[in-house]
């Protein structure tokens, strides 16, 4: 492939190191029936050694100048030149066929974004395996009380089993990154919820986490949510967010879906 110069507009920091593109490989480990869906291929690093594992390789690239290259090495590969946080991803599966597998090299500065578009259509999904800022894997992983139990934590926690597998050296990218990374493992649940729940818990999570230093009491009523009174919610509102584990969101939704339903 022609040599392309990362852009930083892109987020794009190319892997280049052999042993960490391996070992990604044997975290994914494709099956010839998975549907697998690389965000971000860039040059084709670990599209590489996907390719020609399963025959449901998808691949979706924002930056045009690596299109043709990538249509030539890979001439099985579908091939979406799009934003992925714009694409529909029911619309790029077959519905009767496995779940969606998704990997990828992501931008940095979309990790929460692109987790979200995950955990929103968390039903089509099997499981997806990441590289993340190695920050930003601490809190996917958090335990509760702790500074950096947040928004993703809660999330995760809830709609996956996350595995921080293994951490990654500057070394291993193209410009090197001024931070170490990690590769994540997302496992997503059989969960049995409608969407209407789905979306007042992630408005409900992040509500509580929208004045970290205050009581829920507060940041609730300095949220979209001011209107309802939760005084006979359950939860006392005199606990700060990062003293909640799941079942306590999980209650607040309820309560908030009963009072608004």
Do not use: W
């Not at 492939?1 to 930083?8: D, G, N, R, T």
């Not at 044997?26 to 084709?44: A, M, S, V």
């Not at 934003?83 to 619309?91: A, M, P």
């Amino acid at each position: 492939m022609q040599k392309v110069k990362p852009l930083k507009r892109f987020g794009q920091n190319y892997l280049h190191d052999k042993n960490i593109i391996k070992k990604i490989v044997r975290e994914i480990n494709p099956l010839p029936d998975d549907t697998i869906l690389e965000i971000g291929p860039g040059r084709g690093a670990l599209t590489e050694l996907i390719y020609g594992k399963t025959e449901n390789f998808i691949a979706v690239e924002i930056d045009t100048r690596v299109i043709e290259d990538l249509g030539s090495k890979f001439p099985g590969l579908q091939l979406i030149q799009r934003d992925f946080l714009k694409i529909d991803i029911s619309t790029i599966i077959d519905l009767n066929k496995k779940k969606l597998r998704i990997i990828g090299n992501i931008p940095y500065n979309l990790t929460s974004s692109i987790i979200f578009k995950t955990i929103r259509t968390a039903e089509l999904i099997e499981d997806a395996i990441l590289m993340v800022q190695s920050e930003v894997a601490k809190r996917m992983t958090a335990k509760k009380g702790s500074k950096d139990y947040g928004i993703l934590t809660v999330l995760l926690n809830y709609f996956t089993d996350t595995q921080v597998c293994f951490k990654v050296s500057p070394n291993a990218f193209y410009p090197k990154p001024k931070v170490t990374s990690a590769v994540v493992h997302l496992r997503f649940k059989e969960l049995s919820i409608i969407k209407e729940k789905r979306e007042m818990f992630i408005s409900i999570v992040k509500a509580c986490f929208g004045n970290r230093r205050k009581t829920l009491k507060n940041s609730l009523s300095n949220s979209i949510f001011k209107e309802l009174n939760f005084s006979n919610s359950g939860i006392d509102l005199s606990l700060r967010a990062e003293q909640l584990d799941v079942k306590d969101f999980l209650v607040l939704t309820e309560f908030t879906l009963n009072q608004t339903g």
